[in-house]
């Protein structure tokens, strides 16, 4: 998990609140993705961003927004819109090119009740 | 549709014996192809990758995968498994080229191996 911090590691929100899962990392990557993954589905991916101030969709971002200020940041908002949160978050980031390995952070696993 | 397919949901082998788990894709054009390892309640970790070159790759802690072009796979082995070896494993692709860096995953597998 090295290079990549999530926290919280757990959270827990009432429905209808919107939560904001933070993502850091110190390995100067320009890429960094947001993956959902919950029991025998693997790992779905929810945005992603190339470079500073762009992001785009991935294949589940409905009830989900993000943002990318700074390089090293890419905090995940997971709002009231989205109708089943409660799931593993996963954050990851990226060299250039595609011959790279994607790093992991630890994870944020949310509740929402 | 590019996709990756992980066949067994679970793999049990016994501690010694080699292992394998199973990996094929489908995707137009050249991939490139990962193996991640995750344990309980924490993030993947980077096993090993096949971009070009030699078709037996070799990675972290003792594992190796064969790429297999004609057949799509991508398998995980393991000469000899032990009780540590036991964790949820992902294989995932990437296209050559015109891609943004992202990965498809399959849906993992559980490894099992006992003592």
């Known amino acids: 998990d090295g290079g990549i911090t999530q926290s919280p590691k757990y959270l827990f929100r009432k429905e209808g609140q919107n939560v904001t899962l933070s993502c850091e990392q110190n390995l100067n990557h320009d890429a960094m993705y947001w993956y959902r993954q919950d029991p025998g589905q693997g790992l779905r991916l929810i945005y992603y961003s190339q470079i500073v101030n762009d992001f785009q969709k991935g294949d589940i971002a409905e009830g989900y927004s993000v943002s990318r200020e700074k390089k090293e940041s890419f905090p995940l908002t997971v709002t009231s819109a989205q109708k089943n949160p409660t799931a593993f978050y996963l954050c990851?980031?990226?060299?250039?090119?595609?011959?790279?390995?994607?790093?992991f952070g630890p994870g944020t696993r949310l509740t929402v009740t | 549709a590019q996709s990756v397919a992980q066949p067994e949901d679970q793999v049990n082998v016994a501690e010694g014996n080699p292992l394998t788990v199973k990996c094929t894709y489908s995707v137009s054009g050249n991939p490139y192809l990962f193996w991640y390892v995750q344990y309980p309640n924490r993030g993947l970790q980077f096993l090993l990758k096949?971009?070009?070159?030699?078709?037996l790759v070799k990675g972290s802690y003792g594992f190796e995968a064969e790429f297999n072009k004609s057949q799509t796979s991508f398998h995980l082995k393991k000469p000899s498994a032990l009780v540590s070896d036991s964790a949820l494993y992902f294989c995932a692709v990437r296209l050559f080229s015109g891609n943004t860096g992202k990965l498809i995953f399959g849906q993992g597998t559980t490894l099992q191996v006992k003592p």
């Open positions: 990851a980031s990226s060299g250039p090119g595609p011959n790279y390995e994607q790093y």
């Open positions: 096949y971009i070009t070159g030699d078709n």
